[in-house]
């Protein structure tokens, strides 16, 4: 870990102290890497500074039309920017090869965070798993 990772940890850890029904773990970026490639399910939240969001990702297999991202932007916790993590997709406009579940998954944590509307947030989620159930895929 870098030396300015300290006061990352420091801080997660005292947060931690309220959601002790939340399991943390604190890994350095190359094992987390090493983890989602051979137990991706192991995980369900990954919490990291912005220098290892994108590497942590790409080595999880991730697909850019499916993860979400939010950011958090003040200490009391307020999510106000939400973003599948590939970002607008410049590199594939025009190509029709755009999966569209990363910005719709983002709807439904904005929907959840900020707005506190639970119920819309899972009907969302729903029927993003609906649709991919029922075997309807984008070309990636």
Same mark, same amino acid.
């Given at each position: 870990?870098?030396? %300015?990772?300290?006061?990352?940890?420091?801080?997660? %850890? $005292?947060? =931690?102290? &309220?959601?002790?029904?939340?399991? *943390?773990?604190?890994?350095?970026? &190359? =094992?987390? +890497?090493?983890?989602? @490639?051979?137990?991706?399910?192991?995980? &369900?939240?990954? *919490?990291?500074?912005?220098?290892?969001?994108?590497? %942590?990702?790409?080595?999880?297999?991730?697909?850019?039309?499916? #993860?979400?991202? !939010?950011?958090?932007?003040?200490? $009391?916790?307020? @999510?106000?920017?939400?973003?599948? @993590?590939?970002?607008?997709? #410049?590199?594939? =406009?025009?190509?029709?090869? +755009?999966?569209?579940?990363? #910005?719709?998954?983002?709807? /439904?944590?904005?929907? $959840?965070?900020? !707005?506190?509307?639970?119920?819309? /947030?899972?009907?969302?989620?729903? !029927?993003?798993?609906? @649709?991919?159930?029922?075997?309807?895929?984008? !070309?990636?």
């Amino acid at each position: 870990m870098l030396e %300015t990772s300290q006061l990352w940890r420091q801080t997660v %850890t $005292r947060i =931690a102290l &309220d959601y002790p029904e939340v399991k *943390v773990e604190h890994l350095f970026v &190359d =094992a987390c +890497a090493m983890h989602l @490639v051979t137990n991706p399910r192991r995980f &369900d939240v990954i *919490v990291t500074e912005n220098l290892f969001w994108r590497y %942590t990702f790409g080595r999880g297999g991730g697909y850019y039309g499916f #993860a979400r991202d !939010a950011g958090i932007r003040n200490n $009391r916790g307020t @999510v106000d920017l939400y973003e599948p @993590v590939h970002g607008f997709g #410049a590199d594939i =406009a025009g190509k029709g090869i +755009a999966n569209p579940i990363g #910005a719709i998954g983002s709807i /439904a944590m904005m929907l $959840r965070h900020t !707005a506190k509307l639970e119920q819309e /947030a899972t009907d969302i989620e729903g !029927a993003i798993n609906s @649709v991919l159930e029922s075997g309807y895929r984008t !070309a990636d």
